[in-house]
C-alpha cells in the first residue's frame, strides 16, 4: 500500500479528512516530499491525491494504523470521534485540526489518552489558499503536551507556521477564537461604517481605502490594552477617557439615526462603556469594560 523507498527519512502523515483544507494540507506535505496516507468519508475526494503519490485507505481504521502522526481535519468534534469509532489509536500522535471549542479539546485530549494516544489541538489561522505558502502569514495554533509538539514541529510547519499556544489542550482553540472574535468585531464595525456612507459622493472604493488605513492605524492600540490588563491599571496611558469615549459614542448613535442606519451593530459596546461609565470610572481608558464581561469579576 504505501509509497515509501529506503530514502526516505520523512515522517508518514496520516490525513483524515478531504474538504477544502484537508486537500491543500495533503498536497503540500505530498510536495514536501512526506509520505502521505489519506481517508475520506466521500473517497472520490481522494483520487487526485493517489495521483500525486499519496496512499489512499479504505477505512479511517486501515489510515490510522499506517502511521504514527494522524492528523484530523473533519466537519466537527462529532464526526472525528465517529471516524475512529474502531480505529486503534494505541501510540498514536492524534493531530486534531478540526474546529472546535476549548472545552471540546480539552475533552477530546481525555479520550484520546485513554485510548493510548497522545493529543494535539490545533487551531487554524488560515483559509486553503494560505496552505503551502510562506508570504500569506497562515499558521496554526497548536496545544498539548510541550514533547509531542516538538517531535512533530517540523513536519506540521511543513504547510504552515507554528504557534506553540501552551499545554491546555484548550488553549489552541481558545486562541484562534479570541482572534476570530476580533475580526468580528472588526467586520461589524467595517459593515457599519460603509452603511453609514453607501450612496454619498465619496466613491467606495476611496472611503474603503481610508477605512484601512485607519483601522491600521488604531490596531496599534492593542499593546496599550495589553499593559493595562496586565498592571490592573485601566488608567494607565489614557488618551481619551471612558468619559470622552462615551460622550463621542452617543453622537454615533445620533449620526448613524439621522443616516437611517440601525445602530445594532454598535450599540451593545456602546452600552457596555455606558455602563462603565455609570460604575464611576470616568478617567479610566474604555479597557477596564473588560471587567463587565468576565463572569464572576
Known amino acids: 500500500m504505501t509509497h515509501d523507498t529506503a530514502q526516505s527519512t520523512k515522517p508518514r502523515v496520516v490525513l483524515l479528512g478531504l474538504g477544502a483544507m484537508g486537500t491543500a494540507l495533503a498536497r503540500t506535505w505530498l510536495a514536501a516530499g ?60 492524534l493531530v486534531d485540526l478540526t474546529t472546535g471549542t476549548p472545552g471540546q479539546a480539552d475533552t477530546r485530549a481525555v479520550w484520546a489518552e485513554k485510548r493510548g494516544a497522545r493529543f494535539l489541538s490545533g487551531g487554524m489561522m488560515a483559509i486553503p489558499p494560505m496552505i503551502g505558502v510562506p508570504d500569506a502569514g497562515g499558521y496554526v495554533f497548536y496545544s498539548g503536551p510541550r514533547e509531542v509538539f516538538d517531535q512533530h514541529a517540523s513536519t506540521l510547519a511543513a504547510p504552515l507556521g507554528v504557534r506553540f499556544a501552551g499545554t491546555r489542550p484548550g488553549a489552541a482553540a481558545l486562541y484562534d477564537i479570541a482572534l476570530l472574535s476580533a475580526m468580528h468585531g472588526m467586520l461589524a464595525g467595517i459593515t457599519h461604517a460603509f452603511a453609514l456612507v453607501r450612496g454619498e459622493e465619496m466613491p467606495t472604493k476611496e472611503f474603503a481605502g481610508l477605512l484601512t488605513s485607519w483601522l491600521t492605524a488604531m490596531a496599534s492600540a492593542t499593546d496599550l490594552m495589553a499593559e493595562q490588563i496586565d498592571s490592573g491599571d485601566y488608567s494607565r496611558g489614557v488618551v481619551s477617557n471612558l468619559a470622552m469615549q462615551v460622550a463621542g459614542n452617543r453622537a454615533l448613535a445620533v449620526t448613524a439615526e439621522e443616516q437611517g442606519v440601525d445602530f445594532r451593530l454598535l450599540a451593545p459596546y456602546s452600552e ?25 469579576s
Do not use: I, M
Not at 272 to 296: C, H, I, M, N, S
Open 34 to 93: 512526506y509520505p502521505v496516507t489519506v481517508w475520506n468519508r466521500t473517497a472520490a475526494k481522494a483520487e487526485p491525491l493517489r495521483g500525486l503519490g499519496a496512499d489512499v485507505a479504505v477505512t479511517a481504521a486501515e489510515a490510522v494504523a499506517a502511521g504514527r502522526l494522524v492528523v484530523t481535519c473533519l466537519f466537527d468534534d462529532a464526526s472525528l470521534e465517529e471516524a475512529l469509532d474502531g480505529a486503534d489509536l494505541h501510540g498514536r500522535d
Open 272 to 296: 457596555l462603556l455606558e455602563e462603565r461609565l455609570a460604575q464611576g470610572f470616568a478617567e479610566e481608558d474604555g479597557t477596564g469594560a473588560l471587567e463587565l464581561l468576565v463572569k464572576g
